[in-house]
Each structure stands twice: as C-alpha cells, then as structure tokens.
C-alpha cells in the first residue's frame, strides 16, 4: 500500500530532550515536506526537500533540523524542544505539483 | 504579503449543496489545492486548480478565478461523513511550497 509513515503518533517529552520524528514514504516521491498545524492557524512549513541531500527551510525552521539521506526518508529533529513546539505535525510527499500531496497520519507532540 | 482567508465554519443539511470560498493574495500563483481533513486525520487531496473554470469530480467540484484571486469548493448531495475541515491551499511558484488556508469547518446536520 502506497502510504507516508509517521513515528511516534503520540509523544510527550520534557523541554530540552532531544528527539526525532521519523518520516518514511514508500512512492518513490522526490518531494517531502515536514508541516506543524496549530488551531486556527492552518498548516505551516517547516522544513521540505526536493531530493537527496537538496533541503531548505519552509516558513517555520527554528528549532528543527532534517535530512534526507535516502529518498524515502526524511526525519525531522528537535535538538532542544521547548513547550512552544507542542503542536501535531505532518509529514507529507508528492512526485508532482498537480498531484497533490500525501500525508502521513500526524504526530501529536507534547513539550513539558 | 501571503494570505488565504476562508470562513471558520459553516453548517449545511444532509442531502443540501454547499459551497465553501477561499479567497487569496500571494506574490506569485501556481495552482489552487482543496485538501480535506477528518478531525484528528492527515489532509487528503481533493483538487488542484491550474487554469480559471471548474473542474467536477463526482459529488465535489472546484472553481477558480485567477484574477478575482477567488476559489469555491462545492460539494453536491451532502453526506454525513462530509463532516471535515476544508483546507484551501496556493502553490506560489514552481516549486513545492504552499500556502495554507486555516480550513473551513463543515458541520453537516440530519
């Protein structure tokens, strides 16, 4: 099944305890991008990546890192995360504009 | 500056029609996208608007006017699992990045 995988779905940490959120996707998609939604707010970028070793920042970068070492990967990093960064995050590829994207399920985070 | 207004919410009767509008101001336009979300859910693609006209597909159909900078989604024969938030997003150039709207929230009554 063609699918964006999330992990963790849920997480509660403590500020300043480093952690990652992993992202996989199994569509061969050159395009991913890391979202964080916040009540009426809407969607906003983090961080995408056009292809291996090709990333940039989105709206929101700071204090998140990525990479994408392999195509289908692409985990997001919070070195030091701080309880502003509680939100529910989205993982998302697409191997075209038109197409839209696919998203994974969400990971809701909690920084205490 | 970038911005997406829709309304917050909006209630309809099942079986009715109802049209959500989105409306926008972005420095650049590449495509208009209708995502919608279940609560608690990840987006799921609906349409993608490129040229002005409405594109159909079955009970939901998207408009755009480019030039009025203005987008409506429409969904025909409403069913209670239309319940959703209705997200309008705008790809502003040739890459990948987009826009979001805040969603509209769509309440679907008996």
């Known amino acids: 099944e063609a699918q964006v995988t999330q992990n963790p779905r849920y997480l509660i940490t403590v500020t300043g305890k480093k952690l990652t959120v992993t992202c996989s996707q199994n569509m061969n998609h050159e395009y991913m991008s890391w979202y964080r939604q916040d009540p009426g707010l809407g969607l906003r970028q983090i961080y995408y990546s056009m292809n291996v070793e090709v990333t940039d920042k989105g709206d929101v970068p700071e204090g998140y890192k990525v990479s994408r070492k392999e195509k289908r990967n692409f985990p997001l990093i919070l070195e030091s995360p701080s309880p502003n960064q509680t939100s529910l995050y989205f993982c998302?590829?697409?191997?075209?504009?038109?197409?839209?994207?696919?998203f994974g399920s969400g990971t809701r985070l909690t920084v205490v | 500056g970038q911005n997406i207004d829709q309304p917050t919410e909006m209630t309809a009767t099942e079986g009715a029609i109802v049209q959500i509008n989105c409306t926008y101001q972005?420095?650049?336009?590449?495509?208009l996208f209708w995502y919608q979300q279940h609560a608690g859910e990840a987006p799921t693609f609906l349409s993608y608007?490129?040229l002005d006209g409405l594109e159909e597909k079955g009970r939901f159909s998207s408009f755009l006017s480019r030039s009025k900078g203005y987008s409506y989604l429409l969904l025909k024969e409403l069913q209670m699992k239309d319940s959703a938030s209705y997200l309008c997003a705008v790809s502003r150039d040739s890459n990948y990045q987009l826009i979001w709207g805040a969603g509209t929230k769509l309440i679907i009554k008996p």
């Open positions: 608007n490129v």
């Open positions: 972005t420095s650049g336009f590449n495509g």
């Open positions: 998302a590829s697409s191997p075209d504009r038109s197409y839209g994207y696919t």
